[in-house]
């Protein structure tokens, strides 16, 4: 007889942030495929018996495939097993949930999705600040910075001219590519821009910043994965509602949001070279 599979989102890091449903989750498992950004706190809701196998997946570095990641959940499932997936932030968010889905349901075996909070939206809580305002943030766009494909590039100026917030995942490694397509576009160089890294967790970083310094702020701060941006006139008051958080942040990283300066000249006129030779490669 076969198991069963939970997809279970473990939240941003926080582990307090987890769901009621999540730990019920991981209290029935017999084994749990934990991915690299799962705090190690999550895994205590889990019985003295489970099997804890990590199965890590992160930008840039060695990572399990997904492919045997696949087949493992498979495996363990047919033989009557519990088995919890747990993912950082929300499974259905850049998650890879679809491949997994896929073969579970080819091998005719039961799942459930539990959702957990993705990294945009603690970001946004980080900072104290909604992802949309009546006003300057009709919506939200959750769109990834990583793309194999310079075609499968967002329309990102249609997105924010339509007053989307935009929350973009893994977009460190090609922050040049789309923030360039983004203002080669036409979208406003100053349209305020968030970094949070690594939110809601104790070494939590915000950097206030603008759409035409995002490039030259993720190099001066040396801005490390996981972080998360957020993109529009929804988070021009960021740095107020920051201020005036009703509830103390937890560490003096988070308590303030670091200002980007302007751009040097030098490098405002390499920018421009840069920009201008993209442009013409585009054109040939």
Known sequence: MSGRVYLVGAGPG???LLTLKAVRALREAH???????????????????VRV???????GCAS???????????????QGHTVVRLKGGDPSIFGRAA??????????????????????????????????????????AFVTGHLADDAQLPQW???????LTLVVYMGLGQASKWILSML?????????????????????RTIETTLGKLDYAIVLHQVPSPAVLLIGEAMRNAAHALHYKNIAPTNDMSATLIATPDIPAKRRSMRARSVSSAATTRKL
Request: glycine share 8%; charged share 20%; proline share 5%.
């Open 99 to 140: 491949e997994e889905i896929a073969a579970i349901c080819a091998a005719g075996i039961a799942y459930e999705i539990i959702p957990g909070i993705t990294a945009g939206s603690a970001a946004a809580a980080a900072i104290g600040t909604p992802l949309t305002d009546r006003a300057s943030g009709h919506g939200v």
């Open 184 to 204: 080669d576009g036409g979208s406003n160089p100053d349209t305020p821009c968030i970094i949070v890294v690594r939110a809601s967790q104790r070494d939590e």
């Open 31 to 49: 084994v749990v495929l934990v991915d690299d950004l799962v705090d190690a706190a999550v895994l205590l809701h889990c019985s003295a018996q």
């Open 157 to 163: 100026q249609t997105l924010l001219a339509a007053k």
């Open 64 to 78: 399990t495939p997904q492919d045997f990641i696949d087949r493992l959940i498979v495996r363990e499932a047919q």
């Open 14 to 16: 926080d582990p307090e």
């Open 53 to 59: 196998v990590y199965v890590g997946k992160r930008g």
